[in-house]
C-alpha cells in the first residue's frame, strides 16, 4: 500500500503538474472520442497500449471484456449496460474499442468446473462466454494452447456481435456515425491485433 500512496503524492507532484492546464479543462464536463471496452486483468492498461490521456476515453472494464446482449429487461448486468448507454447515447462517442488480450483468465475459466467456493457470481458471469465455447468447439482445436487462442479472439467476435444487438448502437454504426473496433493485446509481445469486421480476420496494427 504505501507503493500506491506514494503513487498518488508522484501524480500529483509530476504528473498532474505536466498536464495542469489539461485537467484543468477538465473539471465541469467530459468529451471522450472513444468508448474502450476492456478486461479488468491488471496487465492491460487501456490509456497505456492506446497514448490516450485523460478525457479520451470512456472506459468499461469487467472480467473477460464481455458485452451482454442487448434485452429490454432493465434489471440484468446494469453495470456494464448502463455504461455503453451512457457513453453512446449521452457523451456521443464515435469510436468503440472491445479489446481482449491473451492469458485471459476469463477465457480460461470457461473450460474449469471447479472454480472454488465464493464465486458464484463469477460463474454467473462467465456463462455468458457459452456462445464462444460453442463457436470455439465447433473448430475442434487439436492443443490447449490453440483452444485459447481461439477462445481470447471468438470471444472478440462475439461481443461485437453483442453490442450491435443494441438498437441504439446498430443504428449509429449503419448510419456511419459510430465506428466499431475489435482489438487483441498480446502482453508478451505488445502487439495489437485489429479484427476486421469484413473480412473477419486479425491483423497486426503497424504503421
Not at 449521452?90 to 464465486?119: E, F, M, R
Not at 463457436?135 to 492443443?143: C, D
Not at 491485433?193 to 503497424?206: A, C, H, P, W
Request: glycine letters at 6%; aromatic letters at 10%; proline letters at 4%.
Amino acid at each position: 500500500m504505501d507503493k500506491l500512496l506514494q503513487g498518488a503524492i508522484k501524480f500529483k507532484e509530476e504528473d498532474f503538474n505536466e498536464h495542469k492546464e489539461l485537467y484543468e479543462s477538465l473539471k465541469k464536463a467530459q468529451n471522450p472520442d472513444t468508448l474502450f471496452v476492456g478486461c479488468a486483468d491488471s496487465r492491460v492498461v487501456p490509456s497505456r497500449i492506446t497514448g490516450t490521456l485523460p478525457g479520451e476515453l470512456f472506459v468499461v472494464r469487467n472480467v473477460g471484456n464481455i458485452i451482454p446482449p442487448f434485452t429490454h429487461k432493465n434489471d440484468a448486468y446494469l453495470s456494464t449496460t448502463s455504461a455503453i448507454e451512457y457513453a453512446v447515447v449521452v457523451l456521443g462517442v464515435q469510436n468503440i474499442i472491445v479489446c481482449g488480450h491473451s492469458n485471459c483468465g476469463a477465457c480460461q475459466a470457461l473450460y474449469d468446473d471447479n472454480l472454488g467456493k465464493n464465486t458464484e457470481h463469477l460463474q454467473k458471469w462467465i456463462e455468458l462466454l457459452d456462445p464462444v465455447k460453442e463457436q470455439v468447439s465447433l473448430l475442434s482445436p487439436k492443443t490447449k494452447a490453440k483452444r485459447t487462442w481461439l477462445t481470447e479472439q471468438i470471444n472478440i467476435e462475439v461481443q461485437i456481435n453483442n453490442l450491435l444487438s443494441y438498437p441504439f448502437i446498430k443504428e449509429k454504426f449503419e448510419k456511419g456515425e459510430l465506428k466499431i473496433f475489435g482489438w487483441y493485446y498480446i502482453i508478451e509481445t505488445g502487439e495489437i491485433m485489429n479484427y476486421d469486421l469484413e473480412s473477419k480476420k486479425f491483423r497486426v496494427i503497424q504503421k
